[in-house]
């Protein structure tokens, strides 16, 4: 089982007081299809630099009502709990979940699966691996690039592709 998983942020990089998750998707996929959704806006409790919003169109007062990470934080260990989690890029998305956690006295730890690293082993010769791209190149659309549920459901169809050409490879 795995949580293939797209966090937007307001950061490079975890800082509590400046570089926080603000909206997360988590899809749980059985190894042939997408099961289970969970997204939603987080309120990072910091203040949204414009040039976050311009990539992700999330504004300070889109997170104002939002749920803070510690009132949605147990419903991710759920959801992440005996899976692997899978991201496009997977240290990013992960290293900001398990700074979150941290912050809140948790130690979050998951294996973890790179649609990156897959991509480049199983799809040799790209131009870019980036998300965007590589998912153009294979016939994937996201009419929601850079927000959380649009770029995990591309991962997710990425990830569909990646599984059917490794199990042809056997």
Sequence with gaps: MFAIIDIETCGGKFEPQRGRITEICIL?????QVTEKFSTL?????????????ITGITNQM????????????T????????????HNVSFDYNFIKGEFAALGYEYEREKLCTVRLSRKLIPGKKTYSLGPLCQSLGISNDARHRAEGDAVATAKLFDILLQIKSNSK
């Design 63 to 74: 997170v104002a009502t939002a749920p803070k990470f510690h009132e949605v934080a147990n």
């Design 42 to 54: 987080i309120n990072p409790d910091c203040y949204i630099a414009p040039i976050y919003t311009n």
């Design 76 to 87: 991710i260990l759920k959801l992440t709990q005996n899976r692997t989690f899978v991201a």
């Design 28 to 32: 749980i996929h059985d190894g042939l």
